[in-house]
């Protein structure tokens, strides 16, 4: 063997995972004794991501759910994060429609979700155009803009009064919500202003938001798990975003979405939920700012 190409194969990994490295947690060169801690780390971080999947759930911590997508983004990428969040998200949505069945006002899904599946479509197009970093800065941002709308909304809903909905109103919302959650599963401050300006009662509220979120996470699944090679239409994209491998992780984590929801049932017993929500609401906008700017925690374990 020549120098040479001993040379070459020393360097091959770190090539190879450069090459690859599609998530803010992945290895900034190949080391064997910080790669097996970095590793942990990532599937540490998806799996506090997918406890507030089930602490969401509960109806615990507002607008918890929001974090999740950032969170498993940092240690998967966000195109994977997407696939594995969706599997879990609809399975869980089964769930929270038990106790609030028939508790909400069907309407809005007609005014909504038209609008919804021209978004979904939309996002799905535009997730299967972005590279890895552009994917995760469009996280980030939707992260960051979730925080500063928690922030407003009071104002924002003071200032817009009570209305009637309609189709008018309810499509653009629906178009905006089928895009944002398609890339972060991030569609609740959309569905929250044309929802709350409505005055309902806050059971009807809720079913009626839970309604409306089964219904987008539903309709985006086809669209995530069918691609051209599949079926050839110019609404797939190229490549699924469910492939086998998120399916496999999505089911690694299915265990922790009810320890999750175990979990949001205790500290809504314990915990002001005012409290709870800032801590959140502070860790969303750090993880987003994080994915804007591409900072690499990775890099301070070597």
């Not at 947690?25 to 506090?48: C, G, H, K, M």
């Not at 950032?70 to 997407?82: E, K, Q, V, Y």
């Not at 817009?160 to 629906?174: A, D, M, R």
């Not at 975003?241 to 017993?269: D, K």
Request: charged share 10%; hydrophobic share 50%; net charge positive.
């Amino acid at each position: 063997m020549t120098l040479r190409n001993y040379r070459s194969r020393v360097a091959w990994p770190t090539q190879f995972h450069t090459r690859h490295a599609h998530s803010t947690l992945d290895l900034v060169a190949f080391n064997p004794y910080t790669s097996r801690v970095q590793e942990l780390i990532s599937w540490a971080v998806a799996a506090l991501a997918i406890l507030f999947v089930g602490i969401s759930k509960a109806g615990f911590g507002g607008g918890l759910g929001i974090l999740t997508t950032p969170l498993c983004s940092l240690a998967f990428g966000g195109r994977d994060a997407i696939g594995i969040l969706l599997p879990l998200l609809s399975a869980g949505d089964l769930f929270s429609l038990y106790p609030y069945w028939r508790k909400w006002e069907r309407r809005n899904l007609l005014y909504l979700l038209p609008g919804v599946l021209l978004g979904v479509v939309i996002g799905v197009q535009l997730i299967g155009r972005f590279s890895p970093r552009q994917l995760n800065f469009a996280i980030g941002v939707l992260a960051v803009a979730f925080v500063v709308f928690q922030l407003a909304k009071e104002m924002i809903f003071r200032a817009e009064g009570s209305f009637t909905p309609n189709h008018l109103v309810g499509f653009p919302f629906g178009v905006g919500a089928g895009v944002t959650s398609s890339f972060a599963h991030g569609a609740g401050p959309l569905v929250s202003m044309f929802l709350i300006p409505q005055r309902l009662p806050k059971e009807i509220y809720v079913g009626t938001t839970v309604l409306v979120f089964t219904w987008i996470n539903w309709l985006k699944l086809p669209f995530f798990i069918v691609d051209r090679g599949m079926i050839d239409a110019p609404w797939f994209i190229e490549h699924a975003i469910i492939t086998r491998q998120t399916l496999w992780r999505s089911a690694l984590f299915l265990p922790l979405v009810p320890v999750g929801v175990w979990l949001g049932v205790w500290l809504n017993r314990r915990v002001p939920e005012t409290a709870f929500s800032r801590v959140v609401y502070a860790l969303t906008f750090l993880t987003g700012v994080q994915l804007i700017f591409n900072f690499n925690p990775a890099a301070w374990l070597k």
